[in-house]
């Protein structure tokens, strides 16, 4: 049973950091692209960020370049989201996900985590 289990989430102000954190489990992790999704309230989902397993290709939205960093401890099981200088438009609740597709940056992820809220005041 693959298990995707984000901590890190909370309330910060305007300008700092928050780091995320996702243990995977049930799956063999090295080989899975992993990816960092957001959802606002009122809002779609959206990629913020992905690596393939290979860690060769990166992904990162408009919106978080220079910003925000993923990476992962293939030892560890673990994908990480470091996020800085945020806004308070980085407001929502943020997924691990994981897909067995070499570099996959579509929407359908094949496995996801519960969700960590972030949230962020001016």
């Known amino acids: 049973q693959v298990q995707l289990v984000e901590s890190g989430g909370g309330s910060v102000q305007a300008g700092g950091s928050v780091r995320l954190s996702c243990a995977a489990s049930g799956l063999t992790f090295s080989s899975y692209t992993m990816g960092w999704f957001r959802q606002a309230p009122g809002k779609e989902r959206e990629l913020v960020a992905a690596m393939c397993w290979r860690r060769s290709v990166t992904y990162y939205a408009d919106s978080v370049k220079g910003r925000f960093t993923i990476s992962r401890d293939n030892a560890k099981n673990t994908v990480y989201l470091q996020m800085n200088s945020l806004k308070p438009e980085d407001t929502a609740v943020y997924y691990c996900?994981?897909?067995?597709?070499?570099?996959?940056?579509?929407?359908?992820?094949?496995?996801w985590g519960q969700g960590t809220q972030v949230t962020v005041s001016s």
């Open positions: 996900a994981a897909d067995p597709r070499t570099i996959y940056l579509g929407p359908e992820y094949t496995y």
